[in-house]
């Protein structure tokens, strides 16, 4: 799994191997957010992202050039409006552990 930064308070989320996201607050949803995943590779068109998770369905979101973040469906192929050479994605919900992340991109 992809190493994630915690947006809501600024703290880094280290995600070991073997490991689970969670997902969980009593108030309001969380934010995280990966580091590069592809960086100055050849210029990014499309991605899949197919997450593994039990729990509510959270919204997922890629980025092709690392800033321009768009709303994507779980295991449906996104064209980007902004294509780009830094593949990152972020994902917000509540109650959701998500315990794998599998992103195919050309």
Known sequence: MTDLILLENGEQLLQEDGGGLLLESASANLTAQSLSVALNQGTITTATL?????????????????TNFESITDGVAHTFTNPGVDLRWKVQGSGTTITNVKIEYG
């Open 50 to 66: 197919t997450a593994t998770l039990t729990g509510a369905t959270p919204s997922f979101w890629m980025t092709a050039d690392g």
